[in-house]
T-cell receptor, first 114, second 114 residues
Framework: RKEVEQDPGPFNVPEGATVAFNCTYS??????FFWYRQDCRKEPKLLMS?????NEDGRFTAQLNRASQYISLLIRDSKLSDSATYLC???????????????WGLGTSLGVNP | DAGITQSPRHKVTETGTPVTLRCHQTENHRYMYWYRQDPGHGLRLIHY???????DKGEVSDGYSVSRSKTEDFLLTLESATSSQTSVYFCAISVRQGKNTEAFFGQGTRLTVV
């Protein structure tokens, strides 16, 4: 089993739709979680961190479910500009000291259509 | 903007030639990473560094070497380029923000080996 798994999609939704992605992780001791956004032929950029209590940033809501070992990203009122690949990132607790590795999912592709 | 620049941004090289990619950061961050990104594989860690002259291998390190003689520069060398090393290469840093660690990327280097 991969350490971090995402459904690659593509998810194709109309403008205004609500869409949700999940990302599962295998290491139950993982400590930090993030969602990144990557536009075509560009570098990944941080979208939001995922906190234990859940967090919201405008139309975006991120949640962590430790019991089931997944994080989620919910996008409300989708815009054309939301079309991108969404990557989840996990930092496992077992990587400590000099070994601050980031474990990346392969990404979920979202297309928002007019 | 975490002050990361990669050079060159694009390069075409011939099989068997050595190639060096440079990552430069302006904010004295300790952790630096080199990734390659290919369709279907996502971001794969090549090498990373946790300080000057302190480096370690990632999951796809064969055929690559790195050096970090100064905090601000992390160099990736393809000792003898092969067509399988045609890829987009991203440099990243990780930064501790409170309890969390976030990654910031350079704009990427598109390398084509012919």
């Amino acid at each position: 089993r991969k350490e971090v798994e995402q459904d690659p999609g593509p998810f194709n939704v109309p403008e205004g739709a609500t869409v949700a992605f999940n990302c599962t992780y295998s290491n139950s001791a993982s400590q930090s979680f993030f969602w990144y956004r990557q536009d075509c032929r560009k570098e990944p950029k941080l979208l939001m961190s995922v906190y234990s209590s859940g967090n919201e940033d405008g139309r975006f809501t991120a949640q962590l479910n430790r019991a089931s070992q997944y994080i989620s990203l919910l996008i409300r009122d989708s815009k054309l500009s939301d079309s991108a690949t969404y990557l989840c990132v996990v930092i496992p607790q077992r990587y400590a000291g000099n070994n601050r590795k980031l474990i990346w999912g392969l990404g979920t592709s979202l297309g928002v259509n007019p | 903007d975490a002050g990361i620049t990669q050079s060159p941004r694009h390069k075409v090289t011939e099989t068997g030639t050595p190639v060096t990619l440079r990552c430069h950061q302006t904010e004295n961050h300790r952790y630096m990473y080199w990734y390659r990104q290919d369709p279907g594989h996502g971001l794969r860690l090549i090498h990373y560094s946790y300080g000057v002259k302190d480096t370690d291998k990632g999951e796809v390190s064969d055929g690559y070497s790195v050096s970090r003689s100064k905090t601000e520069d992390f160099l990736l060398t393809l000792e003898s380029a092969t067509s399988s090393q045609t890829s987009v290469y991203f440099c990243a840093i990780s930064v501790r923000q409170g309890k969390n660690t976030e990654a910031f990327f350079g704009q990427g280097t598109r390398l084509t080996v012919v």
